[in-house]
């Protein structure tokens, strides 16, 4: 597959991702019919960007593990397990925010400084 498409379902992916956390940090945790629909675009969103990922890094980089690489997959990681930060409310909605936006930049910024799709 082209490291175009990867880009693309990367990016919807993102999308998904992001929709689905900030949807499960503004809905009730006391009614957990609410948070199906919203878990489901996380665990959705997650998995498309794992997937398209690991893709452009093997197109692109072969068998190269970089730093920068790590990095993002750690972010990713973490971005997975703000689900349960959200579920047990140990923090204000307006620090988990703050955390997600905070982990997307960087990843962004890594994304697209080492991106050779972009150059």
């Known amino acids: 597959m082209d490291p175009g498409t990867y880009k693309i379902i990367h990016y919807v992916g993102l999308i998904v991702l992001f929709t689905g956390i900030g949807s499960l940090i ?21 998995l498309l960007i794992l997937i ?8 692109m980089h072969g068998g190269v593990f970089h ?3 790590i990095v993002k997959f750690v972010i990713l990681l ?15 909605p ?3 925010y703050l955390i997600v936006i ?5 990843a962004s910024y890594f994304g697209f400084s080492h991106s ?4």
């Not at 971005?79 to 930060?85: D, E, K, P, Q």
């Open 26 to 46: 503004a809905t009730n945790n006391k009614k957990p019919a609410a948070r199906i629909i919203p878990s489901s675009l996380h665990g959705l969103g997650w």
């Open 52 to 59: 398209s990922g690991f893709g452009m890094w093997h197109k």
């Open 67 to 69: 730093s920068w690489i």
């Open 78 to 92: 973490a971005l997975g397990g703000i689900v349960a930060l959200i579920k047990r409310e140990k923090l204000p």
């Open 94 to 96: 307006f620090l988990l």
């Open 102 to 106: 905070v982990l997307g930049c960087v």
């Open 116 to 119: 050779i799709i972009l150059r």
